[in-house]
């Protein structure tokens, strides 16, 4: 139960710390308002923060900013753990959010 809190507790400050990536994507998604799904940020999934989560649809978006390149192998066990419980993972880099949102949408709806 402790660690449990723990990743509750960790999931709340960052979505204090987002982001501008982050910010962006959650501006898109929040409140309904992309295809009437409810996303979750920061949401705590198989003991592991995902940063977007659709319930509805089991879809996890992770945002990869440059701290991702350095920690390949972790994200890739991290992946196939959530993946193992009938959940889709999909990865944008900061770089494509910057570059074209619309791009970035059509990604998430194609993995919907």
């Known amino acids: 139960m402790r660690m449990k809190k723990i990743k509750r507790d960790f999931a709340r400050q960052l979505r204090k710390e987002q982001t501008l990536a982050e910010e962006?994507?959650?501006?898109?998604?929040r409140n309904n308002q992309f295809m009437g799904l409810k996303f979750r940020r920061q949401h705590v999934i198989e003991g592991f923060v995902v940063d977007f989560y659709c319930l509805e649809r089991k879809l996890a978006i992770e945002i990869d900013g440059g701290i991702h390149n350095k920690r390949k192998d972790y994200d890739q066990l991290r992946q196939q753990e959530i993946e193992?419980?009938?959940?889709?993972?999909?990865r944008i880099k900061n770089e494509e959010i910057n570059r074209d949102e619309s791009v970035?949408?059509?990604?998430i709806k194609e993995a919907l």
Request: aromatic fraction near 12%; proline fraction near 0%.
């Open 84 to 90: 193992s419980k009938f959940n889709t993972v999909i």
């Open 104 to 107: 970035v949408l059509r990604k």
């Open 24 to 29: 962006r994507i959650w501006s898109l998604l």
